[in-house]
Structures are given as C-alpha cells and as structure tokens.
C-alpha cells in the first residue's frame, strides 16, 4: 500500500508539472511563442496536456481505494490540489518575474495544508 501512495504522489508531481506548462507556460515563455499566434498556442497547450492526462489517469487509478489504492477519492482531489500549488509557485517563482510570491499568497497555502489535515482526519 505504501508503494501505491508514493506511485500516485509521484505520477500526480509528473502530471502537475505538464498541467502548468500546459495552462500557464504561454505566458511565461511569451516571448518564444507569441509569432505563432493563439490557435498554434492552445494546439501546443493541448499537446502538453496529453501527456497531463497520462499521469493523472494512472496516478488516480492506482492511488483509489476503489480500485484497491490507500486514498479516498476526497483524500486524492486534495493531494492534487496541493502537488499543484507546490508546482505552480515553484514555477511561478523560476520563471514568471513579474507577479512575486508574497505573504498573502503564504496564507493561502497554509489554509490549504489545513485542509488536507481535515481531509485525511479520520
């Protein structure tokens, strides 16, 4: 079981990193992209997020308690909330300058890690 949670956190960490680059590298890389106009972005977008959807899938799959894994379909949906910001402020802080990461934004995420405390409280 211990192995299946660290497959689905793993996979989800993959996923989330191709879910950013997906809906939110456009606008970081601005400059390398802009000439090819919007429908060539969202065709790239949508190229990205293939590969988005081929970790989540398995990462829900195998991490399910319905289908034999250690978290509860709640306890999944927060997991991936959280591996999303943690990856989303990484790569809002490597590599979108002009909007830092500030004290407001610390207190959301600490809302957020109380969430998964009432999440996975049994």
């Known amino acids: 079981m211990l192995m ?18 997906a809906w939110y590298g456009h606008i970081a890389f601005k400059s390398k992209i802009e000439k090819y106009g919007m429908l060539a972005i969202v065709l790239l977008s949508w190229g990205i997020a293939l590969f988005e959807y081929c970790f989540q899938v398995p990462a829900n799959r195998i991490g399910s308690q319905e289908l034999g894994g ?3 379909l709640w306890q999944l949906k927060v997991i991936q909330e959280v591996i999303s910001l943690v990856v989303f402020t990484l790569f809002a802080v490597l590599f979108v300058k002009g909007d830092p ?7 959301g995420f600490a809302c957020l890690v109380l969430a ?7």
């Open 4 to 21: 299946k949670g660290i497959a689905t956190i793993g996979l989800l960490i993959c996923s989330n990193v191709f879910m950013t680059l």
């Open 116 to 122: 998964v405390y009432f999440i996975f409280r049994k």
């Open 101 to 107: 990461l500030k004290w407001n934004h610390l207190a």
């Open 70 to 72: 250690p978290f509860t």
